[in-house]
């Protein structure tokens, strides 16, 4: 949550409501007119998703509001406020990679299927075939392992705790990637983000119709595990 005063958001032409994420876009031309942020120790109150499929739907949502923002000027804004925005982004360009990397993986180099794919002729360009593999290790453990330990340590969470956490984000995360993939690639080619409020009436018992919801993702994995 933040808190801004009325005469510097008038002096930032209000609130910048060509993003869905307004608030941060107006943040960063706060920014840019020279105010300054400052983190304080409040009590507040937030409506967090009960649900994994709330959950997931808002993680996509979020995602396309930080691709949104690419569209910004960041000419004025300090490096150090920016390479905070572009690590948002990262966590979110990351899964093209990793889906692109699984169809790599999975059916261009192991599979007869191959021979269907335009890259075949030119296997022998992509550095070795385990090449691929290698980069996803790296992105993969850089995103999850050396990005989070860092704040176990600075929020003082214990590593069961850490990595219960760890393994139910990457279980959601991997399940609505592809529905994510395709969300971003739609936003990045200028299709317009709409705003989706957190269903509050949507509850934990119906976490089994995330499977009706993101089918997608259920056959493509189904197919991967079969491959």
Not at 181 to 189: D, S
Not at 202 to 221: A, C, K, L, P
Request: proline share 2%.
């Amino acid at each position: 949550n933040n808190l801004n005063r009325t005469e510097s958001l008038l002096e930032n032409h209000g609130f910048n409501e060509k993003f869905v994420a307004e608030d941060l876009a107006s943040g960063f031309g706060l920014i840019k007119l020279g105010y300054k942020c400052k983190l304080v120790d409040v009590i507040s109150y937030d409506m967090f998703p009960e649900s994994i499929r709330a959950y997931s739907r808002r993680q996509i949502r979020w995602s396309k509001q930080n691709i949104e923002l690419i569209k910004l000027n960041f000419t004025q804004v300090n490096m150090l406020t920016k390479l905070h925005f572009y690590m948002h982004i990262y966590d979110s360009l990351i899964w093209i990679v990793f889906f692109i990397g699984i169809f790599i993986s999975i059916f261009l180099y192991d599979s007869s299927l191959k021979y269907t794919f335009i890259l075949y002729p030119f296997d022998n360009l992509l550095i070795g075939k385990e090449a691929i593999r290698y980069i996803l290790y790296f992105f993969y453990t850089l995103s999850f392992l050396f990005v989070g330990l860092p704040i176990m340590f600075r929020l003082k969470i214990s590593f069961i705790d850490y990595y219960k956490g760890f393994a139910l984000l990457l279980a959601v995360s991997f399940f609505i990637m592809p529905y994510l993939v395709i969300e971003l690639i739609k936003t990045l080619f200028g299709c317009k983000t709409v705003f989706s409020v957190t269903n509050k009436r949507d509850q934990i018992n119906q976490d089994i119709n995330i499977f009706n919801e993101f089918y997608i993702s259920t056959v493509f994995f189904v197919i991967v595990v079969i491959k």
